[in-house]
């Protein structure tokens, strides 16, 4: 993906109150596409828990209303985060799946776990099967993750997506 369509995407869609306007600060930005209450918990779902069609995420645990998930997957999809095919068994069904640049934020989103479990440990709960796949180590962990994306991509997709960002 080209930044500068990237960059012309993020524009279509962030509202005049953003930090567009005011700060070329990188988190900023990046807050302005993924900093709301929803985004980073779809993406989570199509990165770790194999969702891929709207049902299934809208059977999320955090409770999205159906309104909400339709538009922040138009907005993930305008930033060029996911992406849509039809789904094989159906016109009426679609499958939603995570760019390149969406599949760069496993990262970013293992780290918000992590750092959330060891300061607030008391709240959160790792689902189990997650908890397992973690128990490997955090390489191993987001090999793992990514591997079971390519899988997906590969049979759905008929490629794999790259990621861009360097294996830590």
């Known amino acids: 993906m080209q930044a500068n369509s990237l960059i012309e995407a ?13 700060s070329q600060c990188p988190i900023a930005f990046a807050l302005d596409i993924i900093g709301d209450h929803w985004s980073l918990l779809i993406i989570r ?5 194999g969702k891929h069609e709207y049902k299934e995420l809208l059977e999320s645990d955090e409770g999205i209303s159906s309104n909400i ?18 789904h094989p068994d159906s016109n009426k069904r679609k499958l939603y799946y995570l760019t390149s ?5 496993i990262d970013v989103i293992i780290d918000l776990g992590r750092w959330t479990s060891a300061h607030l440990p ?33 049979q759905y ?12």
Do not use: Y
């Open 122 to 154: 008391q709240e959160v709960c790792v689902d189990p099967n997650i908890q397992r796949k973690l128990d490997l180590g955090r390489k191993d962990f987001r090999e793992r993750m990514l591997n079971e994306l390519a899988d997906w991509e590969k």
């Open 101 to 105: 640049a969406g599949k760069d934020l």
């Open 157 to 168: 997709l008929g490629r794999v997506l790259p990621t861009k960002l360097s294996k830590t």
């Open 10 to 22: 993020f524009r279509t869609m962030v509202s005049k109150n953003s930090h567009q306007e005011r």
């Open 45 to 49: 779902d199509l990165l770790f828990q």
């Open 69 to 86: 998930l339709s538009d922040r997957l138009k907005k993930l999809q305008a930033c060029q985060l996911l992406d849509v095919i039809p």
